[in-house]
């Protein structure tokens, strides 16, 4: 299993790499900073590659494609990272075997929004949503001294209320976490809350109208645009 797993790992990296665009590569030098290496690769061939490992997977044990993931992340790739967290969630029996150690682990080494936001999209968010991550551990990310597990706690909630990420609506536990960092000024915790409170908005927006007033004076001024605009006009930033 060990050498299948490396050979599987070895091929993704070849898929990836065929698909670079440099000019993507130089831009997320600065759009997303990370320590890790950045290959340069859009959306789309990105995909690609997670559906043919999931379709290649689709009978594999829960357990298999998790080692895969894993082997995915330790390579310290932003892109093998995008697939690794994908292919996670791509399976449902998977989340279900989740709990809180496991999440963290998997969320390790995240350095950068682009990672963390796939990362709570397709799996801390979804772990929570479905109960195996619990309030108490998402409350202790929104504590945490690392910026990046501030995002993830209010990133996560967007699941909770996105019908597309199977989220049917939770005000009471996405406004408990946006409070706790309401007056985080840090501006990928502020970027994340935005996120999140435009997330609800369809789903409940008298409680984010209400949340806005009763923060008015501390959240950042960023957070109280986009949600307002959110909540005026549909949109994060409408033209004028």
């Not at 990836?16 to 959306?43: D, H, N, Q, T, W």
């Not at 379709?55 to 310290?76: F, I, N, S, T």
């Not at 997330?199 to 927006?205: A, R, T």
Request: aromatic fraction near 4%; proline fraction near 5%.
């Amino acid at each position: 299993m060990m050498r299948a797993r490396s050979d599987e790992v070895q091929r993704v990296l070849v898929d990836l790499r065929a698909a670079v665009v440099p000019e993507r590569r130089e831009k997320a030098a600065s759009y997303f900073p990370s320590s890790m290496e950045v290959l340069g690769v859009p959306v789309p061939p990105l995909r690609a590659v997670v559906r043919r490992l999931a379709r290649a997977l689709k009978q594999a044990p829960a357990q298999d494609v998790m080692e895969l993931g894993r082997a995915l992340l330790d390579v310290r790739i932003h892109e093998a990272r995008q697939v690794a967290f994908e292919l996670i969630g791509s399976r449902t029996d998977i989340i279900a075997g989740l709990d809180g150690p496991t999440v963290e682990a998997l969320g390790e080494g995240n350095d950068n929004w682009a990672s963390v936001d796939a990362f709570c999209v397709f799996i801390s968010g979804q772990a929570w949503r479905t109960g195996q991550v619990q309030d108490a551990d998402v409350r202790r990310w929104a504590a945490a001294d690392d910026r990046w597990w501030r995002r993830t706690a209010v990133v996560s909630t967007v699941p909770l209320n996105m019908k597309s990420r199977g989220g049917s609506g939770d005000a009471v536990r996405t406004l408990d976490i946006c409070g706790r960092v309401a007056e985080d000024t840090d501006p990928m915790v502020a970027k994340g809350l935005s996120w999140a409170l435009r997330s609800l908005v369809p789903v409940d927006s008298e409680a984010v109208r209400v949340f806005l007033e009763a923060h008015a004076e501390e959240l950042p001024a960023l957070v109280r645009r986009e949600v307002r605009n959110k909540l005026s006009t549909g949109l994060k930033n409408p033209r004028s």
